[in-house]
């Protein structure tokens, strides 16, 4: 059997899949890896199987992996002939596009051991909707302090600290003091680049470097 998966913009007519949900499938270091295997490989051509048992993956679970993938929009599946075959492509008319380019460029540039623990950190924070929510509210101010957010969100206090917690953990939302004492929450300044356009796919916004 033949798969051959390529890299698209995951629609349902006009509906772009939320990015939350994305993240969401890339947030396992597995299913990464896979697609890092994928979208590197020579002519962005590689053969299923032997990715997997280079990541030390069973087929049945290489499997499951890409259908996830697949049903994220990240990949296309078509079966044809004996072999298991990954190839990437992309759309050109879609915002989605820029993930695709950052990704690519990020398997490219960086080494897994060194630099996939703080980006999947990144993607952890952005792989759900409530975080999302919070993102938005946050984006929209300067500095905001919590009691503020509080109202904004209308999330339990316990709720919003742990939602908070984790999107500073994952680098998207910094945190300062200011003159009273009193703690501020703003979008992150240092974010690097495939970081940055996640945040920005899930403002749906461009956002300024």
């Not at 033949?2 to 890299?7: A, H, K, Q, S, Y």
């Not at 299923?48 to 697949?70: D, I, M, P």
């Not at 500095?143 to 908070?164: D, E, M, V």
């Amino acid at each position: 059997m033949n798969i051959v998966c390529g890299i698209i913009l995951h629609q349902r007519g006009d509906n772009v899949m939320e990015i939350w949900k994305i993240c969401r499938v890339l947030n396992n270091p597995i299913r990464f890896a896979l697609l890092r295997e994928i979208m590197i490989s020579p002519n962005h051509a590689q053969n299923v199987v032997l990715a997997g048992e280079r990541l030390g993956c069973k087929k049945s679970l290489t499997s499951q992996y890409l259908k996830k993938l697949a049903e994220a929009g990240l990949l296309s599946v078509k079966r044809t002939g004996r072999y298991a075959v990954c190839s990437t492509s992309s759309l050109r008319r879609s915002p989605i596009v820029r993930l695709q380019l950052a990704l690519s460029e990020f398997f490219a540039e960086t080494h897994p051991a060194c630099d996939d623990d703080a980006v999947l950190a990144a993607i952890n924070a952005l792989s759900h909707h409530g975080r999302i929510n919070i993102l938005h509210i946050v984006s929209e101010h300067d500095k905001i302090n919590f009691s503020s957010l509080a109202k904004h969100t209308a999330y339990p206090f316990a709720t919003l600290r742990r939602q908070l917690g984790v999107l500073i953990e994952g680098g998207i939302v910094s945190t300062a003091e200011d003159a009273a004492g009193v703690r501020t929450y703003s979008l992150s300044t240092n974010l690097t680049k495939l970081p940055f356009v996640l945040v920005s796919l899930a403002l749906d916004r461009r956002l300024t470097p």
